[in-house]
């Protein structure tokens, strides 16, 4: 069966550290990757979608980027980070094409101070 | 950008009762999708509904769609306080990729 592990489940960083948060998908092959963003409260905003490795795309302009070395490997990094980086960070995969649904990680609580 | 719009932000029940809640979207679709999402945690798959079909049952949810009018439904009936979670709906469509609402926070009483 399929499997979505993502890390770590909360961290608290300080302004202008780096970021990297690792998600990987086990149990299928060539799956869409994609990194979401939740603020408090509210629904979630794309950040990046990737459809095969080495493939980003970025759907807002930010401070984040995105990587995928490995089919099943996506990671979601900084350099700098800011206060309003702060958020709840999930990590979702689909089938390629979609049309089934997503399968979510349990996600980074990211506090930035 | 947002797609999906739920309605009601948020909805306070009693438990045993049945909770409806709504959704909205702009563009043209391939699928809605429902998601639940306890606090803290990651979103759950609930079930997806097809551009071409109207009406969905799993369990004690109901799905409805209408695409002329870009809405639709989650019904929750015979609610338990366990229910009590965001409820999100996600549009897949042919032009962007998944969209999701603000989600109706629902709390069923106990």
């Known amino acids: 069966s399929q499997t979505i592990h993502q890390w770590p489940a909360t961290l608290v960083q300080p302004v202008g550290s780096p970021l990297s948060l690792e998600c990987t998908v086990e149990?299928?092959?060539?799956?869409?990757l994609y990194w979401y963003r939740q603020a408090a409260g509210r629904g979630l905003q794309l950040l990046f979608y990737?459809?095969?490795?080495?493939?980003i795309s970025s759907e807002v302009p930010q401070n984040l980027s995105a990587s995928r070395p490995q089919d099943r490997q996506f990671i979601l990094s900084s350099k700098k980070l800011l206060l309003s980086d702060s958020g709840f960070y999930l990590c979702?995969?689909?089938?390629?094409?979609?049309?089934?649904?997503?399968?979510f990680g349990s996600g980074t609580r990211l506090t930035v101070v | 950008s947002q797609q999906g719009e739920e309605d009601p932000q948020a909805l306070s029940i009693q438990e045993g009762e049945n909770a409806t809640m709504n959704c909205s979207y702009k563009?043209?679709?391939?699928?809605l999708q429902w998601y639940r999402q306890n606090s803290g945690r990651g979103l759950v798959h609930l079930i997806l509904?097809?551009?071409?079909?109207r009406e969905k049952h799993s369990g004690r949810l109901r799905v409805t769609l209408d695409t002329s009018k870009k809405s639709s439904s989650l019904l929750i009936t015979a609610s338990r306080a366990a229910d009590t979670a965001s409820y999100f709906c996600?549009?897949?469509?042919?032009?962007?990729?998944?969209?999701f609402g603000a989600g109706t926070r629902l709390t069923v009483k106990p």
């Open positions: 979702a995969w689909s089938v390629s094409p979609r049309g089934y649904g997503y399968t």
């Open positions: 990737s459809v095969g490795i080495g493939q």
């Open positions: 149990g299928t092959s060539n799956p869409n």
């Open positions: 509904i097809r551009s071409n079909e």
């Open positions: 996600a549009t897949d469509s042919p032009i962007v990729d998944m969209r």
């Open positions: 563009t043209s679709i391939n699928n």
